[in-house]
């Protein structure tokens, strides 16, 4: 199945500020970049996925994202998530994609293996593919099968909301429950959490990537 990954990215130097409390301005951005390269590395180490598309209105985002091959689109303002996805997955669909994986920027442990468990579930479409967060309430992957063929419902509750309107379209609805799709970076216990789970931590005391962030769950 040919598809494209889309990564919509908040502005590095704003994103994750409600780890205001732990980690400075300049660590979280170089956290945010940190996270969007491992994000962009997993993604390009899967055949199946023709193109990535980077999303943002950050041109210090897209710039990066193109270093690492990815295609970019700018959006101007600060449109709604769910209407950036729309646009994006119109961008894709004009080339004639057969799904799109919605893929967010802040999920540390993701690993090339997950995205092959999603791709697994959508082998025959029409199917919407949801990898939930651990505490079942937020989408942290969606797969959707044909492009387009539900629309997008980011939010607050929005796994069962993605899983309703795969109902309601009459799409073969699959669930992936991994933990390390299920972790992602919002507030200071996750990060305690990819800490514990890579040992020595994704980032050390000055913001920098740890040697834990060289293994394979880090994306080094």
């Known amino acids: 199945m040919t598809l494209w990954a889309i990564v919509p990215v908040k ?6 500020s409600r780890l205001a409390g732990v980690l400075s301005q300049d660590e979280r951005t170089r956290l945010n970049s940190r996270l969007l390269e ?3 590395d997993t993604l390009m180490a899967i055949p199946e996925i023709e193109h990535v598309l980077v999303i943002s209105r950050d041109t210090q985002a897209l710039a990066l994202a193109r270093e690492h091959g990815a295609r970019t689109v700018q959006e101007n303002g600060a ?8 646009r994006a997955t119109f961008v894709a669909q004009k080339y004639v994609t057969r799904g799109v994986l919605i893929v967010p920027a802040d999920l540390p442990l993701i690993t090339p293996e997950d995205v092959r468990a999603m791709l697994e579930r959508a082998k025959d479409p029409p199917v919407v593919v949801v990898a939930p967060d651990r505490h079942f309430k937020g989408t942290n992957a969606l797969l959707v099968c044909p492009a387009g063929l539900i629309e997008y419902d980011y939010g607050p509750g929005s796994y069962q909301r993605h899983c309703e309107r795969a109902r309601q379209v009459g799409a073969r ?5 991994l933990p390390s799709l299920a ?38």
């Open 11 to 16: 502005p590095l130097r704003r994103g994750k």
């Open 38 to 40: 491992h994000t962009l």
């Open 79 to 86: 449109p709604h998530l769910n209407i950036a996805l729309a």
């Open 173 to 177: 609805l699959e669930i992936v429950e």
């Open 183 to 220: 972790l992602d970076v919002d507030l200071p216990e996750d990060l305690r959490m990819v800490e514990m789970e890579l040992d020595s931590g994704f980032m050390d005391s000055s913001g920098e990537s740890s040697s834990a962030a060289t293994s394979p769950a880090a994306g080094g």
